[in-house]
């Protein structure tokens, strides 16, 4: 309950518990006197039970209750209530990048499920556990451990969260190491030497058997292997993702 009772719907704040008399019943809901000359509409989705038929079954008029305000549109008057206490961090407060802390509540083979205080835990995959390979995610965090982590992606129609400890870990290793830099790029141009042009002698070897009569298969990428390669690779990502949205759907339902 807030400390000091609201006097206009000026003071009403998303979040704040009100108590209130239901006044008058709908088939979508109920009005709640809050005592500011405007009521509140507690609709039939907000009683805090699921698939609510008869509002009546829930509440009834007359009856004191205690609300919290979801969401409040002054220059209408306009205020809506619900019976469950809103989330600490609503939708429209995420964002990718944004930084977040929570709790381990489940864990599974492919990641964790941490609560941030949204509408619903944010999951962490177990490759984005931690800069390095992460076998399992029981090699780095257990159940009850309060982690930081970043928003990589969100999905409002899903009600699904996608966080990375990992990403957190590389923005902050250059600031570790002065030498980052150099290293990231000494690293990019050995994992790119394999893919360069030819040797001089390799392509002596290729003008010498593309004279002759005999069929020359490339020993290393040609421009259109690289082509299918990606295509491949964008094909498998996408069967992953799909995999993924599926495996994660079924874990909430199943908590």
Avoid: C
């Amino acid at each position: 309950m807030s400390e000091e009772a609201p006097r206009t719907i000026d003071d009403l704040q998303v979040g704040m518990a009100l108590t209130g008399t239901i006044k008058r019943i709908e088939l979508y809901g109920a009005f709640v006197d809050i005592g500011l000359g405007t009521d509140g509409l507690l609709h039939i989705s907000q009683l805090g039970r699921p698939n609510v038929r008869n509002v009546e079954d829930v509440v009834k008029a007359g009856e004191t209750v205690t609300v919290y305000v979801l969401k409040v549109d002054p220059a209408n008057r306009r205020i809506a209530l619900s019976l469950e206490q809103p989330p600490a961090m609503p939708w429209d407060n995420l964002a990718v990048g944004k930084v977040v802390t929570g709790k381990v509540i489940r864990m599974e083979k492919y990641g964790i499920f941490v609560d941030i205080g949204a509408e619903r835990p944010g999951m962490i995959h177990v490759s984005e556990l931690a800069a390095g390979y992460v076998q399992q995610p029981s090699d780095v965090v257990k159940i009850g451990d309060e982690v930081q982590a970043q928003i990589i992606k969100i999905n409002p129609k899903q009600k699904r969260i996608d966080l990375s400890i990992k990403k957190l870990q590389e923005e902050a290793e250059p600031e570790r190491s002065p030498r980052h830099g150099r290293h990231q790029a000494e690293r990019i141009e050995e994992e790119t030497t394999d893919e360069r042009a030819p040797t001089a002698m390799e392509f002596a070897l290729r003008r010498a058997m593309d004279g002759s009569n005999y069929e020359y298969e490339a020993p290393f990428p040609v421009k259109g292997d690289g082509k299918r390669s990606k295509r491949d690779k964008r094909d498998r990502r996408d069967r992953r993702d799909r995999d993924y949205e599926d495996i994660f759907e079924r874990t909430l339902r199943g908590r």
